[in-house]
């Protein structure tokens, strides 16, 4: 599945998980928030899962697209 998702909606997702820092708690809520605004769902594990992952590949656009792609089921 691809998400459509603008890029400048995820400019200001990768801003605010660099805020963040390395509170993946709170960077997954983050996350959550985002996809369920968009119409996707995402449990809190694989949430958790992806909070990582944007951190361990620098937080660029294209990690976090494929992370949100792979990690987002349709409600």
Do not use: K, W
């Not at 992806?50 to 987002?72: K, M, P, W, Y």
């Amino acid at each position: 599945m691809t998400m459509h998702v603008d890029r400048d909606e995820l400019e200001t997702l990768r801003t605010h998980l660099l805020q963040m820092g390395p509170d993946y708690c709170g960077a997954s809520e983050v996350i959550r928030a985002f996809l369920g605004l968009h119409g996707y769902g995402i449990s809190p594990a694989a949430a958790h899962d992806a909070a990582v992952e944007f951190g361990r590949q620098g937080c660029s656009l294209d990690s976090i697209t494929r992370a949100l792609d792979s990690a987002a089921a349709v409600n």
